[in-house]
């Protein structure tokens, strides 16, 4: 069974970077999908970040993109993702998950973390 | 404001059927059969309910359907049941620079 597990502060100050991993289990993040992550802050909905492959190819919601960057590690079967210049607007829960590559579905899902961006 | 539109709300008695629209552009929903839907209760992650319009996962009741009529699809659940309460989410590629958008969320209440 594929698990994915977010981990990282839930507490970031204004201005400063939002750094999160997402650990990966039952499925070697080399053999295929893409690993992304998609945030929802407090009462609201959901909103695409960005993608990795393995390969290092990556997709950012455009939004985001000046300020995201996702990276993988497949020797730890983990990815990451860094947001920096942190606002209140970038408080929400963040949720890793597999996306296929025909972007028609995100299967697995992390339980997802809580970040706070207060000073 | 989403990119796909969703009502804020639907409700139903238990037993009924309700469907929740998802209403984008050619570009998104109309373009290409890469629409999905998430259910998520208070608290949780959400679940992945259909995937290219109308398939289900392996383990996802059949309650469940899903279908396309240009650019709005639709999720219906038949035989409404207490633990069908939850926010439903509409996703979809998109061949703007977006690359993937959601739909705003339907609160679903059972009765």
């Known amino acids: 069974q594929v698990q994915l597990q977010e981990s990282g502060p839930g507490l970031v100050k204004p201005s400063e970077t939002l750094s999160l991993t997402c650990a990966v289990s039952?499925?070697?993040?080399?053999?295929?999908?893409?690993w992304g992550w998609i945030r929802q802050p407090p009462g609201k909905g959901l909103e695409w970040i960005g993608s990795?492959?393995?390969?290092?190819?990556?997709y950012y919601n455009p939004s985001l993109k000046s300020r995201v960057t996702i990276s993988v590690d497949t020797s730890k079967n983990q990815f990451s993702l860094k947001l920096n210049s942190v606002t209140a607007a970038d408080t929400a829960v963040y949720y890793c998950?597999?996306?296929?590559?025909?972007?028609?579905?995100?299967?697995?899902w992390g339980q997802g973390t809580l970040v706070t961006v207060s000073s | 404001q989403s990119a796909l539109t969703q009502p804020a709300s639907v409700s139903g008695s238990p037993g009924q059927s309700i469907t929740i629209s998802c209403t984008g552009t050619?570009?998104?929903?109309?373009?290409?059969?890469?629409v999905s839907w998430y259910q998520q209760h208070p608290g949780k992650a959400p679940k992945l309910m259909i995937y290219?319009?109308?398939n289900r996962p392996s383990g996802v009741s059949n309650r469940f359907s899903g279908s396309k009529s240009g650019n709005t699809a639709s999720l219906t659940i038949s035989g409404l049941q207490a633990e069908d309460e939850a926010d439903y989410y509409c996703s979809s590629y998109t061949s703007s620079s977006t690359l993937m958008v959601f739909g705003g969320g339907t609160k679903l209440t059972v009765l």
């Open positions: 050619s570009s998104d929903v109309g373009g290409y059969n890469y």
């Open positions: 998950a597999r996306r296929s590559s025909s972007w028609d579905r995100h299967d697995y």
């Open positions: 290219e319009v109308s």
């Open positions: 039952g499925y070697s993040i080399s053999s295929g999908y893409y």
């Open positions: 990795i492959h393995h390969s290092g190819s990556t």
